[in-house]
């Protein structure tokens, strides 16, 4: 029978290098606290048995273990002696095969290694020593619930944490060495909010050999709400309650398009992206001033010939590829179907004005509209060219709710070649769906416009910036500002901020009008190694992303 809550525990600490009797003892003390703290389920960091920073691939392979080692045996006497769960990272020697790998276990109440996963996504330390793991995204129930391991760099693949989702993982464990440049305080949050389920993530604390851990292990709420954290350069546990009912089944994946995604299965060689990759470009014929415009239609009157001023101002001061926030030409952030009709009627017009400002300044405008198509109301974005030509267009994939009694749906994540480099486009509700900017990306994408009405402050704090650095892309996002979460339009680069926080590094601008713009430099679009030997979208293996394109959630 599963528990309808429990308390779940993070560790953090820092294992010594090749003392796997210390680490041991770590693993006894601090499994002691965290049971007199009421907890059921206890997590402990990455490699936890035998340290990280090897001295080289014999060294790391001297010290590895396999399951029936010393390590995971004191971990099941535990388990046995306190009746709790527990997670750890181990260094694995496989017994079937002979090969190393960076690998997470779970046991349960009777000793039982109930869940064995082995790393994906390696780090660049991580290729030095380990094998790429071959065991999937594999899942369990449990009396705690279902539980899915994913292992540190793992979750900067949205892919990893969604199949696991989407296999009814409630609970996703997270054993991890973070770096400060992981910036954890932001992704897992966004992978716990993307996915609607629970992630309980340990990290280490210290400095081994050149690493420095900084700490932040943490427990976050299907919400991204963080429950419990350990402050940084500390080691001890953390305890949050762990309620299976704030686990929705969640709209996010009722709601996906699986018949859209079929791209983030094909092996990158087979994609759009692959050969782009390989054209040479000239650095400065590759940069241009791109834009959020932060004005659309609303109830006041003139207030589109304003939009539309500004968009002007914008293109005169340079910028070439502009982007307009969601349903531009209508007065009300989610329109009803009188709302969409009337808009659909006006939107020959303010196409026609569109390419007025495009041909004068020689710019590409990205114009949110409602078009009719026979009988259907689409939700539109047209990319309007530097002549004043319609591009392409793109209709929108994932609706929200309350529009699917008047809207069609597209079918496509297209994108278009422009002078300023190659453009993706998302619509409002896409936004909640990683698959979205990933399909954009491998499509080959340089840019991505985000036309939005931000619902939920998440969407800008959480959701944003991953798009564009898991994909290394760049992300302009175009926010109304009459809708629940209003205003706070602008650019993220392919390498985001210089600090986690985004109400920090990119305060919110809430003013009608504001003009959001940034250079872009396509040289940093096409190269997706994150650091090296570390490629965002190469090194994904798309052979265990099934569920991505399955239908039977």
């Known amino acids: 029978m599963v528990k309808a809550s429990f308390r779940a525990a993070v560790v953090q600490t820092l294992a010594v290098l090749g003392d796997i009797e210390h680490n041991i003892n770590l693993v006894r003390h601090y499994t002691q606290e965290a049971v007199r703290q009421g907890a059921k389920l206890v997590v402990f960091p990455e490699c936890m048995n035998t340290g990280y920073l090897f001295d080289s691939a014999l060294h790391c392979a001297n010290l590895a273990e396999t399951l029936s080692g010393i390590y995971v045996s004191a971990i099941a006497d535990l388990c046995r002696r306190y009746e709790i769960y527990i997670a750890s990272g181990i260094t694995e020697k496989d017994i079937s095969n002979g090969k190393i790998y960076n690998s997470g276990v779970l046991l349960d109440p009777q000793g039982k290694v109930i869940l064995h996963y082995q790393k994906q996504f390696l780090a660049t330390h991580d290729q030095n020593w380990f094998e790429v793991g071959n065991k999937g995204c594999p899942v369990v129930d449990t009396e705690l619930g279902r539980v899915g391991l994913l292992i540190c760099f793992d979750g900067r693949i949205p892919e990893i944490a969604r199949c696991l989702a989407l296999q009814k993982a409630e609970i996703l464990v997270d054993m991890a060495n973070f770096f400060v440049m992981d910036r954890a305080e932001m992704w897992v949050p966004a992978r716990a909010y993307e996915n609607g389920v629970w992630i309980v993530a340990a990290t280490k604390a210290g400095v081994e050999r050149s690493i420095y851990y900084p700490g932040g292990s943490s427990i976050v709420a299907p919400t991204g709400h963080v429950m419990a954290q350990i402050p940084y350069d500390t080691h001890g546990v953390a305890t949050a309650e762990i309620r299976l009912d704030a686990c929705q089944l969640h709209r996010k994946l009722l709601d996906r398009r699986p018949d859209t995604y079929q791209i983030l299965r094909k092996p990158f060689a087979k994609t759009p992206l692959a050969p782009l990759l390989q054209q040479p470009l000239v650095p400065e014929q590759a940069i241009a001033k791109v834009a959020a415009v932060q004005s659309h239609a609303i109830p006041e009157p003139a207030s589109l010939e304003a939009a539309f001023e500004m968009i002007g101002h914008a293109a005169k001061l340079g910028a070439k ?10 007065p009300t952030w989610l329109p009803n179907a009188e709302e969409a009709k009337a808009a659909s009627l006006q ?4 196409l026609q004005q569109a390419a007025k400002i495009t041909k004068s300044y020689g710019c590409a405008l990205i114009l949110p509209l409602i078009e009719q198509v026979a009988d259907a109301l689409i939700p539109t974005a047209v990319l309007v060219g530097v002549e004043g030509e319609v591009i392409g267009r793109y209709h929108q994939v994932h609706l929200e709710p309350k529009i699917r009694a008047w809207a069609k749906p597209g079918n496509s994540f297209p994108v278009f070649e422009t002078p300023f480099g190659r453009i993706g486009i998302i619509l409002g509700y896409d936004g909640y769906f990683p698959e979205s900017t990933r399909a954009l990306a491998l499509n080959g994408a340089d840019t991505i416009a985000w036309c939005c009405a931000w619902q939920h402050p998440f ?14 892309v760049y992300l302009i996002c175009a926010n109304r500002t009459d809708c629940p979460y209003p205003g706070g339009s602008f650019v993220i680069s392919p390498e985001g901020f210089d600090r986690w926080d985004v109400k920090l590094a990119a305060p919110p601008v809430k003013r009608h009008g504001a003009v959001m ?4 430099n396509l040289a940093l679009s096409r190269q997706k190694q994150m650091i090296p030997k570390v490629d965002m979208l190469r090194n ?3 052979d265990t992303f099934e569920p991505l394109v399955s239908s039977s959630f």
């Open 347 to 350: 939107a020959f017009k303010h």
């Open 540 to 542: 994904r293996l798309v």
């Open 459 to 472: 969407e800008r704090e959480l959701l944003a910036v991953p798009k564009a650095v898991d994909n290394r």
């Open 321 to 330: 590829l502009i982007a307009l926030p969601q349903h531009f030409n209508v």
């Open 517 to 520: 713009p940034m250079h872009v």
